[in-house]
């Protein structure tokens, strides 16, 4: 069975349901770990602040993106809808540090299904808020529109900078990881998808 910090069984993980407490105790032992003391000044209400954040930033667990989605009937059906430099910060799920960039995401309607331009941007939030890589986040945001809205195609394309890259390790300020994802139409038809592709990177 597992232990926890504290010697006692650890009561079962349960995916999907946050608790204050464990955070709470685990920023304690972190603190203690690194050799700081957890009751100084300064740092006493450092893991009752840090389990507040956590609320925040890993709202996505546990969470389907599918269910943002509403589907409006449009006939808009051979046009690309692209919603690029979606703004989002995650946490790299190996250092737990947070990487940050942008998501730009287009597709092709089908069925005349498309949905509202925000739901994109909600979906790249809720996606982004769980501990991540960059490329399953990347896969993820592809896989769903594809899912909820049954599309011709989509083509996700995430940049993002990586705290675990510039500030330990290599220590490379600046560079960018840049990951797509590619389905249906955009995958079989190269001139479908460059022209997705350069309305993504024109400036
Ligand atoms: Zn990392």
């Known amino acids: 069975m597992p232990i926890a910090a504290n010697g ?3 009561p079962p993980v349960r995916i999907g349901k946050r608790d204050p407490e464990k955070i709470k105790q685990a920023i304690r032992l972190l603190l203690e770990g690194i050799g700081e003391d957890p009751d100084r000044e300064g740092l006493r209400e450092t893991p009752d602040r840090v389990a507040r954040m956590c609320e925040e930033i ?3 667990i ?12 449009e006939p808009h059906d051979d046009e690309i809808v692209l919603v690029k430099d979606i703004s989002f910060t995650s946490m790299c799920e190996h250092h737990l540090l947070p990487f940050s960039g942008k998501a730009h995401v287009a597709y092709l309607p089908g069925g005349s299904r498309i949905t509202g331009i925000s739901k994109l ?10 501990p991540q890589v960059q490329e399953r986040m990347t ?24 705290m675990c890259m510039t500030m330990r390790g290599v220590k490379k300020p600046g560079s960018k990881v840049t990951t797509s994802v590619v389905r249906g139409c ?10 997705a592709l350069s309305l993504i990177f024109q400036r």
């Open 186 to 195: 955009f995958r079989k038809n190269p001139a479908t998808r460059s022209e």
């Open 121 to 130: 941007a909600r979906v790249v939030d809720m996606i982004a808020r769980r």
């Open 62 to 73: 546990g969470q389907d993106p599918v269910t943002i989605f509403k589907v409006l009937k």
């Open 139 to 162: 896969t993820e945001v592809a896989e769903c529109l594809m899912k909820a809205l049954r599309p011709k195609g989509v083509i996700a394309v995430i940049e993002a900078e990586h």
């Open 58 to 60: 890993y709202a996505g």
């Open 8 to 10: 006692k069984p650890a």
